[in-house]
């Protein structure tokens, strides 16, 4: 992804270099798969999302464009959405066992206010105006951190409100675990 490109023509997102593409092995070569024409990727992470065994394909997007997920199937990938909740400007991906029962939680970061307090409200107040947007129905985006947190039966629960850590600031990066 190159921001200043996109900035300077509007071209770049119609080239064939935009979206997220994945190259796959057969015969000794290696051949593209296009899974979408448009992203905003900040973070990529390969995982085992459904617990089948086979690495899936998540992406984080930037600009309010929601996040991807691909499950790896008998069929290719198939663009799935596991969460009842993401981040509405997603900044990285940290994985972590959270809950000691030997499967990984994943921590999203996005950019929210650590306080409300009013000197550091009136700090975000421009960034979060120009950032909030009317949310269409059925959208899981939402403009804090967010933890995923598997259940046993495979259903994924978002739990970083009830854990403390849903607001970290003008979060870039994480590390989490």
């Known amino acids: 992804y190159d921001a200043s490109l996109a900035k300077q023509t509007p071209l770049y997102q119609e080239s064939h270099r935009a ?10 070569r ?9 992203a905003q990727a900040l973070t990529a992470q390969f995982a085992d999302l459904n617990a089948d065994g086979r690495l899936d394909i998540l992406i984080g997007n ?7 997920v691909w499950l790896y199937t008998d069929d290719g990938f198939v663009k799935s959405q596991p969460f009842t909740a993401t981040t509405m400007s997603t900044m990285s991906f940290a994985w972590g066992d959270v809950d000691n029962n030997g499967r990984a939680e994943l921590f999203a970061s996005d950019m929210h206010p650590y306080s409300d307090a009013p000197d550091i409200m009136a700090q975000w107040q421009p960034v979060m105006d120009n950032m909030m ?3 269409m129905p059925g959208d899981v985006q939402q403009m804090s951190n967010v ?3 598997w259940g046993e039966d495979g259903t994924v629960q978002e739990t970083a409100v009830q854990r403390g850590i849903s607001a970290s600031g003008w979060t870039w990066s994480s590390q989490f675990g």
């Open 19 to 28: 979206g997220v593409s994945i190259y796959l092995q057969a015969d000794s």
């Open 147 to 149: 933890l995923q947190v």
């Open 30 to 38: 290696f051949y593209e798969t296009k899974l979408t024409d448009e």
């Open 133 to 135: 947007h009317d949310m």
């Open 62 to 68: 930037d600009f309010d464009l929601p996040d991807y």
